[in-house]
């Protein structure tokens, strides 16, 4: 149905971002190219897994069966959405990381603060003295909320 064809879509399409996201934050010597790249390629995959999929799952004319049993269409096509979306997460990982260090690294002094490795204790301290107990029991209260939904809805 509709929620099925969202979440295949959504799937396909968030890995790059994700990947860009996470090594951007972790991983001080991503560059600017690394993550152009990766988003390409991620994209590219998810769009070429959309482009195999959507005929079959509209049944199309010539699609309606699927594919030539054993091909390569039929194979990426029967691939669980899931799955496909772990290859493209890895494939983006991999782009980004070879990419940025194939190109130089980027100015360490202009990202003082802005990733997890260069983030000095007078910016975790900054940080910290913003919370309070509220934002705490707020944060409690999500996560109990998320994780109910979860239980809930968990088939």
Same mark, same amino acid.
């Given at each position: 149905g509709l929620y099925n !064809?969202?979440?295949?879509?959504?799937?396909?399409?968030?890995?790059?971002?994700?990947?860009?996201?996470?090594?951007?934050?972790?991983w001080k010597r991503m560059t600017w190219q690394g993550c152009l790249w990766a988003m390409i390629v991620g994209f590219a995959l998810g769009?070429?897994?959309?482009?195999?999929d959507t005929?079959?799952?509209l049944g199309l004319a010539g699609y309606a069966g699927g594919y030539p049993e054993g091909s390569f269409l039929w194979v990426v096509n029967r691939t669980y959405f899931q799955y496909f979306?772990?290859?493209?997460?890895?494939?983006?990982?991999?782009v980004a990381v070879a990419v940025s260090l194939a190109t130089p690294?980027?100015? !360490?002094?202009?990202?003082?603060?802005?990733?997890?490795?260069?983030?000095?204790?007078?910016?975790?301290a900054e940080t910290r003295s913003g919370w309070d107990w509220r934002d705490v029991?707020?944060?409690?209260?999500?996560?109990?909320?998320?994780?109910?939904?979860?239980? !809930?809805?968990?088939?």
């Open positions: !064809y969202l979440q295949t879509v959504q799937s396909y399409l968030a890995p790059p971002i994700f990947v860009v996201f996470f090594l951007g934050v972790f769009l070429f897994r959309l482009g195999i005929p079959v799952s979306s772990v290859l493209i997460t890895l494939v983006s990982a991999l690294p980027p100015d !360490y002094a202009t990202l003082g603060g802005l990733t997890f490795a260069t983030s000095s204790a007078a910016d975790n029991a707020g944060s409690a209260v999500v996560l109990m909320a998320i994780l109910g939904a979860y239980l !809930y809805f968990r088939g």
